[in-house]
T-cell receptor
Framework: DVKVTQSSRYLVKRTGEKVFLECVQDMDHENMFWYRQDPGLGLRLIYFSYDVKMKEKGDIPEGYSVSREKKERFSLILESASTNQTSMYLC???????????FGPGTRLLVL | QKEVEQNSGPLSVPEGAIASLNCTYSDRGSQSFFWYRQYSGKSPELIMSIYSNGDKEDGRFTAQLNKASQYVSLLIRDSQPSDSATYLCAVEAGGYQKVTFGTGTKLQVIP
């Protein structure tokens, strides 16, 4: 079974803090994704990566950056957290393009 | 214009009935289409994928794709209360594999 894990299930941070969210997959998948999910807005793509050290902006990259130094790990960084970044963050991976995405359990982030 | 559109619902159907979920998309170059199910408080999980026009059946689920009309649908036969969830339509445009999700349709199956 594919397993995607995320570093935290719940996180509380202060405005202005730097926040790291980590995602690890164990199936040698090429593609990895970061989404945020908000009521009424659905899943929105922040960034994705199709190879180590490669990244592409999604629909809402502002205020976020990512890092993929190893194939199995994809990190999302909030450089200076703001209250409007309070959300559920979901990581996903897929073998390649056109393939199923497998999601991690999510991190619920609250920025105070 | 939203790239992937779904009716948010809730769609209520009685147990044993057929539930029909619809999705339209704007990018004619889209190549891969997915239906995910998301239970409350859980992550999305794949139900069906479809890549060519026509129907694809898997148990009680049938995905239908019509690229000319730019819509994809999911039929759930013999609906069960355990099917109550939010169903997300996802479309992949090709190229660098960007996937766009619809906002989801909430399905309620009434016992």
């Amino acid at each position: 079974d594919v397993k995607v894990t995320q570093s935290s299930r719940y996180l509380v941070k202060r405005t202005g803090e730097k926040v790291f969210l980590e995602c690890v997959q164990d199936m040698d998948h090429e593609n990895m994704f970061w989404y945020r999910q908000d009521p009424g807005l659905g899943l929105r793509l922040i960034y994705f990566s199709y190879d180590v050290k490669m990244k592409e902006k999604g629909d809402i990259p502002e205020g976020y950056s990512v890092s993929r130094e190893k194939k199995e790990r994809f990190s999302l960084i909030l450089e200076s957290a703001s209250t409007n970044q309070t959300s559920m963050y979901l990581c996903a991976s897929s073998l390649s393009g056109g393939e199923t995405q497998y999601f991690g359990p999510g991190t619920r982030l609250l920025v105070l | 214009q939203k790239e992937v559109e779904q009716n948010s619902g809730p769609l209520s159907v009685p147990e044993g009935a057929i539930a029909s979920l619809n999705c339209t998309y704007s990018d004619r170059g889209s190549q891969s289409f997915f239906w995910y199910r998301q239970y409350s408080g859980k992550s999305p999980e794949l139900i069906m994928s479809i890549y060519s026009n026509g129907d694809k059946e898997d148990g009680r689920f049938t995905a239908q794709l019509n690229k000319a009309s730019q819509y994809v649908s999911l039929l759930i036969r013999d609906s069960q209360p355990s099917d109550s969830a939010t169903y997300l339509c996802a479309v992949e445009a090709g190229g660098y594999q960007k996937v766009t999700f619809g906002t989801g349709t909430k399905l309620q199956v009434i016992p």
